[in-house]
T-cell receptor, first 114, second 114 residues
Framework: KQEVTQIPAALSVPEGENLVLNCSFT??????LQWFRQDPGKGLTSLLL?????REQTSGRLNASLDKSSGRSTLYIAASQPGDSATYLC?????????????FGQGTRLTINP | NAGVTQTPKFQVLKTGQSMTLQCAQD?????MYWYRQDPGMGLRLIYY???????DKGEVPNGYNVSRLNKREFSLRLESAAPSQTSVYFC?????????????FGPGTRLTVL
């Protein structure tokens, strides 16, 4: 069974720090990997999509990397702000399940302290 | 939430009652999805529809039925609700079959089955 794991489950850091969130997956044959943000009681907001042929994607203070051979992705957040506090979810579209389906990790709950 | 609407936002049912969750999109995307989100379980795919007139089972389809009424709308029906179906339900959309498209999520429906 394809699995996606995010460690740690929760992370608390002071404002201004750079931080890295981790995502690992069980099979290197993937279509893409997507990072989402979820605020309490809200839906998911797409942050970044990395295709299997790409090594990284950047959007503002966010940078996501992909290493298929090791089954890992990282989400780097620069100069963290209290508004970055949310749960961050990683989701993978595995090759043997078609490009339609996403398998989600359980998320990392991030708290940025002022 | 990227043009995805869900109704209702909240619902309380008694065991055995039926209801339909509605999802509509205004982005003209082909693919639509239903997920459920439970504490400790992450998001799991219930059903999806790659195009109008087609539906396929996801990871946890038991106890649910779906209907892709037209390109805009994808409904999820609980015929006889059970307490195990207490969850937050999310609808998502995706432009096409290939791996270079993001999934966009609606705001969710919080369902409690007593």
């Amino acid at each position: 069974k394809q699995e996606v794991t995010q460690i740690p489950a929760a992370l608390s850091v002071p404002e201004g720090e750079n931080l890295v969130l981790n995502c690992s997956f069980t099979d290197s044959a993937i279509y893409n990997l997507q990072w989402f943000r979820q605020d309490p009681g809200k839906g998911l907001t797409s942050l970044l999509l990395i295709q299997s042929s790409q090594r990284e994607q950047t959007s503002g203070r966010l940078n996501a990397s992909l290493d298929k051979s090791s089954g890992r992705s990282t989400l780097y957040i620069a100069a963290s702000q209290p508004g970055d506090s949310a749960t961050y979810l990683c989701a993978v579209s595995f090759g043997d399940q078609g490009a339609q389906k996403l398998v989600f990790g359980q998320g990392t709950r991030l708290t940025i302290n002022p | 939430n990227a043009g995805v609407t869900q109704t209702p936002k909240f619902q309380v049912l008694k065991t055995g009652q039926s209801m339909t969750l509605q999802c509509a999109q205004d982005m003209n995307h082909n693919s639509m999805y239903w997920y459920r989100q439970d504490p400790g379980m992450g998001l799991r795919l219930i059903y999806y529809s790659a195009s109008e007139g087609t539906t396929d089972k996801g990871e946890v389809p038991n106890g649910y039925n779906v209907s892709r009424l037209n390109k805009r709308e994808f409904s999820l029906r609980l015929e006889s609700a059970a307490p195990s179906q207490t969850s937050v339900y999310f609808c998502a959309i995706k432009r096409g079959l290939t791996g270079d498209n993001e999934q966009f999520f609606g705001p969710g429906t919080r369902l409690t089955v007593l």
